[in-house]
Structure formats: C-alpha cells, structure tokens
C-alpha cells in the first residue's frame, strides 16, 4: 500500500509538469492538445542526446551525483532539453497550430494536433529506433525503508520529487509575483479585455509554449530516468496527463499540479484492486467520474 | 488475373467497409461538429459485439451465443449506441475538449480491457471460429468473396441514402444549425443536447456497424485490430475526402486506404530489409502529414461540403 503510494507519488510529479504546460496551452488556445504528450518524448530524446554529447566532450560530467544514476551531464542535459523542447513548441505552433488557428477553424486544431502526434512519435522511432533506451547503464540499488511491510525508494526517485517541487515552486513564483504571471493570469481570464490593456497575446502564446515545452521536457527525463526512454512515452501518457488537466480543472495550472498527483496516485492504488494490465484504462474512468461528479474539475470554472 | 481480381475484391470490400465508419463520423463531424476521437471504439464495440453473439461457444470465454448473424450484426451495432450513449450523456452537454478526450480515453480503455479480460474477448489472442454467414451453402471461395463484397456494397450504399435523407430532412438542418450557432439554435427551441446525442449515438452505431462487418469478413477480432492508430486513418479519410459531404467522405476512404496499401507495398518492395522494421513508422508519418497538409493547404476536403439553400429560388451569392 505505502509503497504504491510512494510510486503514485513520483508518477503523479511527472504527470503534474505535463499537465500544468498542457492546461496552459488548452485554456490560451482553447483546444485539446493531443501533441503535448509527444514533447515529454522530444525532451527525453533530447537529453539522451546531449547526455552523451557532455559525456563525449567532458568525460568529468560523467560521475554520478551522490548515490544517484544521475551524472552531472544529464542535469546539463536535461536543462539544454528544456530549452530545445520549448522551442520545438514554438515551432509547432509557428509551422501548424497558428495557421490553422488563422484559417479560423477552432475544432480543426484538435485534429491537426492529433497529426502532429503521430509524426513526433514516428518520427522519433524512425530516428532513433523502436527499442528501449536508457540514460544509465549502471544499476541503482535501492534504498530499504522498511522491511516489513516491504518499503523500497530509489534515490533517483526521491531526486526527481525534490526537482518537482522545486520547478513547482518556481512556477508558483513566476505566476504570483511577476508580470508576466498577471498577464498570463489576465489573459487566461479574458483574452480580450487583456489586449485592450496593452498585453501583446502573441508573446503571451510564444512565452506559454516555452514554458509548457520546458515543463513536459523536465517531466520526460524524469520520466525516462525513472523507467525506460521509448518512442512510445508520449502515446503511454497523453491520457493520464489529460486526467489531470481535467481533474484540476481546464486552465487552472495549481489544480493540473494537484492533478497530476491524484491521477498518478489513484492509478497505482488502482493496481491493488485490478490486475496491473488494466492501469492504462484508469484514467479514462478518472475522467468520467469527474465529469460526473464535478465537471469543471477541482478547480475550474464553468467555461463557454 | 484473377489474382488481381481477387485482391482487388478483398480492397474493395475493406475500403467499403472503412467507408461506412467513416460516413458515421462524418454525421458527427461534419455535420454536427462532434470530435469523436475514439472512432475505433464504436468500431470495435460492433465487432466484438457481432462475434461474441453470433460466435460458436468457447472454453472459459463468455458468448458463443450462435445467434443468427443478423441479430448478431445488430446486437453488435447496439453495443456501440449503448457505449456511445453513455460517453454522450457525460460529455456532450460540456466544451468539445471534453468529449474529444473522453472519447480517446473509451478507445484506450476498451482496447485495454480486451487485452486483458480473456473471460470477454480472448484476451490478446482474440476471438476466432467464427462461422461466417452462408458459408455452408457457398463454400469458401471467390464466389463467397464476390458476394459478400456485395452485401457489403450495398450497406453501404444504403447507409450513404440514409444520411443524405436524414442530412436533408428537418433534423439535418437542425444538425447544422448547432453546429454554426448553438446560442440561436436554443433561441428557437431547439435542444441541442438532444440532437447532438441522437447524432454522436447514430453515427457510432454506423461504426458499429463497420466493426461487425470487418469482424466478419475476417472472422476473428483481436485487441491487435482496435489500436488508437485505425481512429487517425478514419479521420484522415474524412478530411481529405471533405468533411460534411457525404460523397466525400467514401471518396476518401478509398483514396486514403489505396494510399496506405500501396505504400505498404511499395516500402516492403523496395525499402532496404534492416529498414522494413520501420515500415510502419514511415507509414504513419505519411498519414500525420496527410492530415495535417490537408488542414494547412485545404481544409474543405477534396469533395467540400456543398451549401445546402433551404429557400428554393434564392441562389447563394
């Protein structure tokens, strides 16, 4: 029990930072964005990439921090992956979603982002092939909190969780104290009125993909840390982050983090009472209770 | 020759087949402005549906219900009505977000759940051994494939004269009126929650009904067949077909699956071996670029949707 608890834990931090960028994205442009999940792929790609690159050039970057399997190269990595994912965002929207956007179809911009999804992740399995990768060959024991019941955390686990919470709590910063974060917050409100009042809405939707693209290439060399790099991450994941957006409420970026948590966390208590092979399922009954229950989320509001 | 005959028999009846699911979503899509991203969900409903009824009983394993294959065909398309009444019920009344990912989470949910509950539908193996429909009385050959392309045709044609009665009837108008203005559709006394459900659940068990024929034609069905992928392919087809016209959306189907199996072909063909791993991956990217390209460069489809003028005598401009 605890130790699915502690699982759930960690997947709900991963699913959090996919999550808060996605409902960024969906209440700005208003339409669900089937491509997000893919970013998480392009930014675990991206920092295996970068990783061996680091590796390659200072062979220093290769020595593991503390007890952990991650070096000094991955953080570098992950940080450059960061930036490449939330520029390949900005890009997306410049090459398809703005110009679908403009031909003035709104629904048409699902379904671009459902083509855009299926190029990524083909795209990335050509390039890089189908199999499983991993960003360290080394293996981490891990640490026994109890034994009885039977308690085990990987460093790399707890690791992660801190990196979460400290990007959550920047995040919160961004959003509360700067003017950026009131700007997001007033055009999230009203895109209008907040025009009117001199905020230029196409850097808001530039800055908006960065963040996002940044926050899903965090998750997915968390992700990818934690379990396994395929093409698939984002196929595996784009129901569960879209439970939490909707758990939180579409737009309400604290309720997506709290999202995150609660999906990842149910999913794995989930596991006690079906058999494992039917956690992918989970989020989809998440989201009909939901939407039965409460359907504008946790913390939504009621949207036109 | 007559293998190409026969190839070209089982093309037709698989791209008539898919023509039916796409003339469902194209109800709700094109004309009702409904995103069902889980076509392949209403789709495999149909086809489960259609085998577990009308299957011969197997060990561990509900159904074998051996009913006759008509009833079997329509209690499969009622599985899908009953699926897509449920998503319909929780989701229509709310934004089109809600519905586009509740209904991709129904077809990650039911492909999960037949991979995994052997006691409903084998499980990953599938279901197998079933008697197709006249088989006894026709034998196994070219003759039965000819007719079945048949039969199939001519669901088809007719599921093609239903919605183009049903789009121009009273209730298409009203199909089209929530679509371009909710707001003043309400303000006639219309209710758009109704129609919209009448409409998502109409065209889902059409899907259904795409699914029984596919399981059918196969006979077998297994959680292989219902992957998230067969929803891009339908979807590709409407859109390149044109969404909202009817004519356009068969058009597509067979242009898009003539697309895909020759480049099937064409990459096991000719692509280096250590490359025909990826055939796949190349395929799809080709369907993501379709769908997209159309969007960018041609939204209205191939075949647009026409304008439908409700006052004889008054031409459009």
């Known amino acids: ?24 994205v969906m209440h700005m442009l208003r339409f669900a964005n089937f491509s997000h999940a893919e970013l998480l792929s392009i930014g675990a790609y991206a920092a295996l990439v970068f990783d061996q690159l680091f590796k390659g050039l200072m062979p220093v970057m290769a020595t593991h921090i503390g007890p952990l399997s991650m070096t000094w190269a991955l953080v570098a990595a992950m940080l450059v992956s960061m930036v490449i994912t939330g520029l390949s965002a900005v890009l997306f929207d410049r090459l398809i979603f703005r110009r679908v956007r403009e031909n003035g179809e709104e629904l048409s911009m699902v379904f671009a982002s459902f083509g855009l999804a299926l190029i990524i992740r083909n795209a990335i399995g050509l390039i890089f092939g189908l199999h499983t990768k991993l960003y360290s060959q080394d293996i981490v024991f891990a640490t026994v909190l109890s034994r009885d019941p039977l308690i085990l955390v990987k460093p790399d686990q707890l690791a992660s969780l801190a990196i979460t919470l400290t990007l959550i709590a920047v995040l919160h910063l961004i959003l509360s104290r700067t003017t950026f974060g009131y700007a997001l917050r007033a055009v999230a409100e009203n895109p209008t009125l907040a025009q009117v009042n001199g905020i230029n809405l196409r850097r808001m939707i530039v800055v908006v993909w960065l963040l996002g693209g940044g926050l899903a290439a965090l998750a997915g060399v968390l992700y990818g840390l934690n379990n396994q790099i395929t093409p698939v991450i984002g196929r595996d994941l784009v129901l569960p982050i879209f439970a939490a957006t909707i758990v939180g409420g579409i737009g309400s970026i604290y309720g997506a983090l709290l999202g995150g948590f609660i999906v990842g966390i149910a999913a794995n208590l989930a596991v006690m009472v079906f058999s494992a092979g039917y956690s992918p399922a989970v989020p989809f009954l998440i989201i009909l209770a939901v939407l039965l229950i409460r359907p504008n989320g946790l913390f939504g509001e009621e949207r036109t | 020759m007559i293998g190409v005959i026969s190839y070209l028999v089982f093309f037709t009846t698989v791209a008539s087949i898919l023509a039916i699911a796409v003339l469902g979503l194209n109800l709700q899509w094109g004309n009702t402005g409904l995103f069902n991203g889980g076509v392949v969900a209403f789709f495999g409903a149909g086809a489960y549906g ?22 079997a065909l329509l209690g499969g398309m009622a599985v899908a009505g009953i ?24 077809a990650v949910a039911f492909e999960n759940l037949m991979r995994n509950a052997q006691w409903l539908g084998g499980g990953a193996q599938g279901i197998r051994g079933f008697e197709r429909p ?33 789009v ?5 108008r009203q199909l089209r009126a929530i679509r371009e203005d909710e707001t003043a559709a309400r303000s006639l006394g219309k ?21 029984g024929l596919y399981a059918t034609f196969y006979a077998f069905i297994s959680p292989q067949d219902i992957l998230p992928t067969l929803t891009f392919q339908i979807w590709a087809m409407l859109i390149v077909g044109g969404a909202g016209n009817n004519k356009g959306a068969m ?34 990217i080709l369907i993501g670029l379709i769908i997209v390209g159309m969007l960018l460069w041609r939204p209205q489809g191939l075949l647009p949707e ?12």
């Open chain 2, 251 to 284: 058009l597509g189907a067979f242009l898009i699956w003539a697309a895909w199996t020759a480049s099937g072909w064409a990459l096991s063909r000719f692509a280096p071996v250590e490359a025909q791993l990826y055939t796949g991956s190349i395929q799809y």
């Open chain 2, 306 to 317: 026409r304008l439908v003028v409700s006052q004889s005598g008054k031409r459009p401009e």
């Open chain 2, 134 to 166: 006249l088989r006894a009385a026709l034998g196994d050959g070219f003759t039965y494939n000819i007719l079945f392309l048949l039969c199939v045709l001519g669901l088809l044609f007719l599921t093609y004269r239903f919605l183009e009665t049903l």
């Open chain 2, 168 to 172: 121009a009837s009273p209730f298409g």
């Open chain 2, 50 to 71: 259609t085998l577990i009824l009308g299957g011969t009983a197997q060990d561990g394993q509900l159904g074998g219900f051996a009913l006759p294959y008509l009833l």
């Open chain 2, 83 to 106: 699926m897509a009444w449920i998503v319909g019920v929780l989701t229509l009344r709310l934004r089109h977000d809600y519905l586009a990912i509740s209904t991709f989470g129904i």
């Open chain 2, 191 to 211: 209710n758009p929650d109704h129609i919209r459900l009448t409409a998502f659940i109409t065209g889902s068990v059409i899907m259904g009904l795409a699914g």
């Open chain 1, 1 to 24: 029990m605890i130790q699915h608890l502690l699982d759930g834990i960690l997947v709900g931090a991963i699913l959090s930072l996919g999550a808060a960028g996605l409902t960024m």
